[in-house]
């Protein structure tokens, strides 16, 4: 079966750091380009950031861009996003989701808050 | 403000048709395929229309998508209560490097 799982999400100050991380299983993890996409409490979906299989090429929402770092570790089948300079407006749920947004993991919470 | 526009929310009876569009630009929607997304209260998005008008096994032929120009739509017909979720529509743009997003159209089976 195909699955993403995120985690890595919490609780963060404005101005703090964390790192998001996915697992994928049930396919070539290297074969494919992945995304992260957020959506805000009541709010519609967000793209944040894609990246390709073999990470040459990366893309960033203006939103996020210089403070946000996506990666991945092929050999651990694994997403990342790494997100300083947090912001209240950077609260929201976090999915991990597979080229063209076929596939799609639970999500996982990050909120900015003091 | 979203790149891509939706209607936000849109109703009809149980067992009538819909369609929900999508209006982008000559960037996105008129030079890229149009994929359509169904999040259901509470759930993670799911595919249900890629390439424009392609449906992933197990969704049903009541979904389909059409495109015409920098306009994109998405069809339900013989709706079902279940049916009741946000619908996105998405695409890349290649002005902005960037994957987009419609702003999600809210549909209510009454």
């Known amino acids: 079966e195909v699955q993403l799982v995120e985690s890595g999400g919490g609780l963060v100050k404005p101005g703090g750091s964390l790192r998001l991380s996915c697992a994928g299983s049930?396919?070539?993890?290297?074969?494919?380009?992945m995304n992260w996409v957020r959506q805000a409490p009541g709010r519609g979906l967000e793209w944040v950031s894609s990246i390709s299989g073999t990470g040459t090429d990366i893309y960033y929402a203006d939103s996020v861009k210089g403070r946000f770092t996506i990666s991945r570790d092929n050999a651990e089948n694994s997403l990342y996003l790494e997100m300083s300079s947090l912001r209240a407006e950077d609260t929201a749920l976090y999915y991990c989701?597979?080229?063209?947004?076929?596939?799609w993991g639970k999500g996982t919470t990050v909120t900015v808050s003091s | 403000q979203s790149v891509l526009t939706q209607p936000p929310s849109v109703s009809a009876a149980p067992g009538q048709r819909i369609t929900i569009s999508c209006s982008g630009s000559s960037s996105n929607i008129g030079s890229n395929s149009v994929s359509w997304y169904q999040q259901l209260p509470g759930t993670a998005p799911k595919l249900l229309i890629y390439d424009t008008f392609k449906r992933p096994s197990g969704i049903p032929d009541r979904f389909s998508g059409s495109k015409s120009g920098t306009s994109a739509a998405l069809g339900i017909t013989g709706l079902l209560t279940g049916d009741e979720a946000d619908y996105y529509c998405?695409?890349?743009?290649?002005?902005?490097?960037?994957?987009?997003f419609g702003g999600g159209t809210k549909l209510t089976v009454l």
């Open positions: 989701s597979r080229y063209g947004m076929d596939v």
């Open positions: 049930g396919f070539t993890f290297v074969e494919y380009n």
């Open positions: 998405g695409t890349w743009d290649n002005s902005l490097s960037a994957w987009v």
